[in-house]
């Protein structure tokens, strides 16, 4: 795979691969390093928020980076490396290194009784303190006695990091496709929809809208971003947040606030025919509640495959690059293509000819259909979008109402309103 290429579900893989291992947080030079292989593949504007900036009713934190943990036992073994996993360590723990007991060292150790042999991903974002993530089977082979535990970070000011993927459209209406930055070694969440993201924003070329992708931290970067841009936000026509695009469960949509914003409604219609649940807007789950939170109340859904928190790997070390599969990514692109697909060419048109059907064979538009195999077909979207297309119904509506594929619905509206019959 060359720099620059994504064209195949192994090119997806080869992505997530290279993702997979990078120490990310909400802040920090795994966030960076992350953003710098993205950008081999799309270009990005890269945004610095200095630590104090106070964005919405939130204030951008410290940078947290880390370099090196470990717990030791007696004979110096690391029973515990953050070299092997970097989901050993509590998210934005503090420095520490010193000696303690297991009785001591107890309280600051998770892990997952019911999943003995898994560690758990844990964070501390806004209260400082310090701890390690192991495995059951790990911690219940510790004698009791003195260990060494050491974390080499720094927590300091510095700043929060973000990036944007814009692809200017016709118009200056935006539509945006958000992902998640700030998960570590977690394959599904959100390393797959990072790869997905930027595979679909290099299949865009002169779309209607102006697409805009945001590659940030969970919550602190979309309120960052929402703050940054409230200028921004009456442009924005649609949008998707994308998360667990690569596990093997099917695909959920999640309807945004409004319920029944346009984004809902295509989504609902691309779906139709595949495996797939959809669901109701809730404030819990991943940026799509800043989106749509009531002040700003944005057309935007959630794609994911399983839900946020539905499997048992999530947030866990099971959320692996063996959990992924390239099949289940490769639907999850092709569902971003369709939608965007069927969002990008909706439009509402007026019939310049309302009393009565227009003559279509002095046109010849009857003409053009001689000898095609779906002439009936094209000959009914035509009498569709001619009915109604009376500015308040979009070719949308056609295909609902119809039953015809989009794709005729689109043809027919083009040829019609190339023979002066549509205007839009």
Known sequence: MSNRDLETGADLRRLVERLYPLCRSITGDGVRR?????????????????????????????????????????????????????LHVVGYSVPVSRKMPLSELREHLHTLPDQPSWVPYRTSYYAPTWG??????TLDAMPDGEYEVHIDSTLADGSLTYAEHVVPGEVTDEVIISC??????????????????????????????TYR???????????????????????????????????????????????DAEIDR??????????????????????????????????????????????PEYH????????????????????????????DRNRSYVNL?????????????????????DAKQAQMAMLWVLNLSDGEHSLLDVAERSGLPFDSVVAAARALHDAGLLKD
């Open 34 to 86: 992350t953003l710098e292989i993205v950008g081999e593949h799309v270009p990005l504007e890269i945004h610095e928020v200095p630590t104090g900036t106070r964005v919405l009713d939130w204030t951008v934190p410290q940078e947290w980076n880390i370099r090196d943990a470990y717990i030791k036992d007696a004979s110096g073994r690391r029973v515990v490396d953050f070299g092997e996993s970097n």
């Open 353 to 373: 000819s309302p009393y009565g059907e227009p003559q279509l064979g002095k046109r010849g538009l009857y003409d053009s259909l001689g000898g095609r195999s």
């Open 213 to 259: 992708f945001l590659f940030m931290p969970g919550t602190i970067g979309a309120i960052t971003w929402l703050a940054r841009n409230n200028d921004r936000v009456g442009r924005i026509k649609a949008g998707l947040v994308l998360a667990c695009a690569g596990d093997p469960g099917s695909l959920t949509y999640k309807r945004s606030r409004r319920g």
């Open 266 to 311: 295509v989504l609902a219609y691309v779906l139709a025919d595949r495996a797939h649940k959809i669901v109701d807007f809730s404030p819990y789950g991943y940026d799509e509640r800043q989106f749509c939170s009531p002040g700003f109340n944005l057309g935007v859904g959630s794609l994911t495959r399983t839900p946020y928190a539905g499997y």
């Open 132 to 137: 390690f993530c192991l495995a059951q089977e």
């Open 316 to 343: 866990t070390s099971a959320d692996n690059l063996d959990f992924v599969s390239t099949e289940a990514m490769e639907e999850t692109l092709q569902t971003l293509k369709d939608t965007f697909a069927v969002l």
């Open 180 to 209: 998640h930055t700030c998960h570590p070694s977690l394959a599904n969440d959100n390393v797959a929809g990072i790869a997905i993201a930027a595979a679909f924003a290099r299949t865009l070329v002169k779309p209607h809208y």
